[in-house]
C-alpha cells in the first residue's frame, strides 16, 4: 500500500486560514453531502403525487428518478476532477447555486417534461456537489484523528440523510405537497453558500487544462452504463438493446482508457492513481458494498407501503431506526480502524449488514414494523455506518492533494454504479418472482420483495468475501 502522503509539507496543505475555520468548512461540506443524499430518497415517497398532479404516465414516471440517476452517475468522475481543475471555492458555489435554481424549477414544474429536465439537470450539479465535499475534507483536514473525525461527520450525515430522506418526504407531501420535497432544498443552499464564500477557501497552484477529449469519453461510457442498468425495468439483461448499450460502454470505456495513456498530455485521470493500493480497494468495496444496500432500501420502502399498507409519513418513521443505526456505527467504526486498524470494521461491519439484509427476507404479509424490520434494520444499519466510514477512510489515505477530487469521484462513482446496478438486479428479481407467484396480490408481492432481500444479503455476503480477501490488514486511517 502507498504511505500517506505528507500534508504538512505539501503545497497543498492546509492553509492558516482554514485551519482557523475548521467547524465552517466541515459544516458546509455537510451540508453539501446532506442535499445530494438527501434527494435521492425524498423524492421516491412523493412520486404517486407527482403522477397524479402532472398527469404522468405511468412507464414515464420512473424518469423522475431516472433523469436524475442518469447524469449524478455519468457525470461523478468529471464532476470530481472539476475541483482539481477550477478550484474548490467555484466548483461548490456552482453546485448549490444549479442544485437550488433547479429545485426551484422542479417544485414549479407544470408538466412532466419540466420536472424530468430540471431532475437531469440537479443531477449534474450533484456530480460536482457530492466529490467536492469530499475534497475539501481530504485538502482541509491533515490525515490522523482531525481527518476522521471530519470523515466520520461527513459518513454520519450520509447515513442520516439516506433514512430521513424518506421521513422528510412522506411528511412533506402529506402536510403539504409534493413541491416540497424539492424547495426543501433552499434554505439549505441559503445557508450553505454564504458559509461557503466565507470559508473555502482555494489553495494557490497550477491548475491543469481540462481533458476536453478524456472528459466526453468517460461521461459518455458511464453514462451508457448507468442508462443501459436503468432502462433493464424495460429491456432484459440479455435483450439486444441492453447488450448493445453495456458493450458500447465498454468500447468507450477502452477508448478513455488509451487516450489518457497515450494521448492527453493532460489527462483528465491520471491512470497511475489506481495503482495506489488504498483507492483501489476502497472503490471495490465500495462498489460491492453499494451492489446490495441500494436495491435493499427502495425494497423496504414499497413493503412497508405496499404490502403492510403504510401512509408515506409512516414509512419514513420506520426508517428512523435505521438512521441511528448509521450513527451508531460509523462512531464504531471511526473508533475501532483508529485503535485496530480499517480491517476489523470492515469485514465487523459488512458481516452485520449481510446479516441484517438477508433477515429482510423473512418479511410476512401479515408482519409488522417490530416483527419484520426493526431487528434487521439495527443490525444492518450498525454495520453499514461501520464498514462504509472504513472504507471512505482508506479510499483517501495518501491521496495526493492535487488529485483528490478525482479520489473523491472514483469512490463516489464507485458506488452509484455499484448501487445502480444492484438496484435493477434487485427490482428484476422481484417483479419477476410477483409475476410468476400464482397467488393473491399481496402474497405475490411479499414473496417478491423477500427474494430481492435475500438476493441482497447474498450480494453483500460476496462483498465480505472481496473484503476479506482484499482489506489492509494494517493501518490505513491513522
Excluded at 436503468?230 to 439486444?240: E, I, K, M, Q
Excluded at 473508533?335 to 418479511?363: E, Y
Aim: charged share 10%; proline share 5%.
Amino acid at each position: 500500500m502507498s504511505s500517506p502522503a505528507p500534508l504538512a509539507t505539501s503545497p497543498e496543505a492546509p492553509t492558516a486560514a482554514a485551519q482557523r475555520r475548521p467547524g465552517l468548512v466541515l459544516a458546509v461540506v455537510c451540508l453539501c453531502q446532506l442535499m445530494v443524499v438527501l434527494d435521492i430518497t425524498v423524492v421516491n415517497v412523493a412520486l404517486p403525487s407527482i403522477r397524479d398532479d402532472l398527469g404522468f404516465a405511468s412507464a414515464d414516471l420512473q424518469w423522475v428518478v431516472n433523469a436524475y440517476t442518469l447524469t449524478f452517475g455519468g457525470l461523478l468522475l468529471l464532476g470530481g476532477r472539476i475541483a482539481d481543475l477550477f478550484g474548490r471555492r467555484k466548483a461548490v458555489l456552482l453546485g448549490l447555486s444549479i442544485f437550488a435554481i433547479t429545485s426551484l424549477a422542479a417544485g414549479l414544474a407544470q408538466d412532466p417534461g419540466q420536472l424530468i429536465a430540471a431532475r437531469a439537470i440537479q443531477g449534474i450539479a450533484g456530480a460536482v456537489l457530492l466529490p467536492v465535499s469530499l475534497t475539501i475534507i481530504t485538502t482541509t483536514f491533515p490525515e490522523g484523528p482531525e481527518r476522521r473525525r471530519a470523515l466520520g461527520i461527513w459518513s454520519m450525515v450520509a447515513g442520516f440523510g439516506s433514512a430521513s430522506g424518506v421521513l422528510l418526504g412522506g411528511a412533506l407531501t402529506q402536510a403539504l405537497s409534493w413541491p416540497w420535497v424539492f424547495f426543501v432544498n433552499l434554505p439549505i443552499a441559503a445557508l450553505a453558500i454564504p458559509l461557503a464564500l466565507v470559508a473555502v477557501r482555494d489553495l494557490p497552484r497550477r491548475r491543469p487544462r481540462l481533458d476536453l477529449l478524456g472528459a466526453v469519453l468517460v461521461t459518455a461510457a458511464t453514462s451508457l452504463l448507468v442508462y443501459a442498468v436503468v432502462r433493464t425495468d424495460r429491456y432484459s439483461w440479455g435483450s439486444a438493446h441492453t447488450l448493445g448499450l453495456l458493450g458500447l460502454s465498454v468500447l468507450l470505456g477502452l477508448a478513455f482508457v488509451y487516450v489518457e495513456a497515450r494521448v492527453a498530455r493532460e489527462p483528465l485521470v491520471r491512470l497511475g492513481l489506481f495503482r495506489q493500493r488504498s483507492l483501489a480497494v476502497a472503490g471495490t468495496l465500495i462498489f460491492f458494498i453499494a451492489l446490495g444496500q441500494f436495491g435493499a432500501f427502495y425494497l423496504a420502502s414499497l413493503y412497508l407501503q405496499n404490502v403492510l399498507g403504510y401512509t408515506p409519513l409512516q414509512a419514513g418513521l420506520s426508517f428512523v431506526p435505521f438512521s441511528i443505526g448509521t450513527v451508531a456505527g460509523t462512531m464504531v467504526g471511526m473508533r475501532v480502524a483508529a485503535a485496530r486498524g480499517p480491517f476489523w470494521p470492515l469485514v465487523g461491519g459488512l458481516a452485520l449488514t449481510a446479516i441484517g439484509i438477508g433477515w429482510f427476507a423473512t418479511i410476512d404479509v401479515d408482519g409488522g414494523f417490530v416483527g419484520n424490520l426493526l431487528g434487521p434494520s439495527i443490525v444492518a444499519s450498525v454495520g453499514l455506518g461501520a464498514c462504509f466510514v472504513t472504507a471512505t477512510m482508506v479510499g483517501t489515505s495518501g491521496v495526493d492533494p492535487a488529485e483528490a477530487g478525482l479520489a473523491s469521484g472514483v469512490l463516489n462513482a464507485a458506488r452509484q454504479i455499484g448501487g445502480s446496478i444492484g438496484l435493477a438486479i434487485l427490482v428484476t428479481i422481484a417483479d419477476s418472482t410477483t409475476r410468476d407467484h400464482g397467488g393473491p396480490p399481496l402474497v405475490a408481492l411479499n414473496a417478491g420483495y423477500a427474494r430481492g432481500f435475500l438476493v441482497a444479503g447474498c450480494l453483500l455476503a460476496l462483498a465480505l468475501a472481496v473484503c476479506v480477501v482484499l482489506a489492509p490488514r494494517r493501518s490505513a486511517v491513522e
